[in-house]
């Protein structure tokens, strides 16, 4: 089982930016999929981006251009780089792993371990 902390959270302005950060609980030589997924009041779970264990990865249409993701192939450190912030990026950030899975087969909010979320308000 892993266990995932993510942070980098918080409160910035319209066409600001953030990076999350995501922790493993243990260190570990393989690669795997990772991903990221963000939930607002009242809304569906939304696939943010997703990453496997050789590199390739997906983002959602609404922040292509915008965010990227990246990850720390010796830690299985994940990061998120947020930039152009909009008001309809307030969310809960999740990130979420399948250490039994090297390729991305389900979204991100699909995988089987998921963090407790870092909150991102972005304030117009």
């Known amino acids: 089982q892993v266990r995932l902390a993510e942070s980098g959270g918080g409160s910035v302005d319209v066409g600001g930016s953030l990076r999350l950060s995501c922790v493993p609980s243990?260190?570990?030589?393989?690669?795997?999929?990772m991903g990221w997924f963000r939930q607002a009041p009242g809304k569906e779970r939304e696939e943010v981006a997703r990453v496997d264990g050789g590199g390739g990865s997906t983002l959602a249409d609404s922040v292509k251009g915008r965010f990227t993701i990246s990850k720390d192939d010796a830690k299985n450190i994940l990061y998120l780089q947020m930039n152009s912030l909009k008001a309809e990026d307030t969310a809960m950030y999740y990130c979420a792993a399948d250490p039994d899975a090297f390729f991305c087969q389900r979204k991100a909010e699909d995988l089987p371990f998921r963090g407790q979320g870092t909150q991102v308000t972005i304030s117009s």
């Open positions: 243990e260190y570990t030589r393989s690669r795997f999929c």
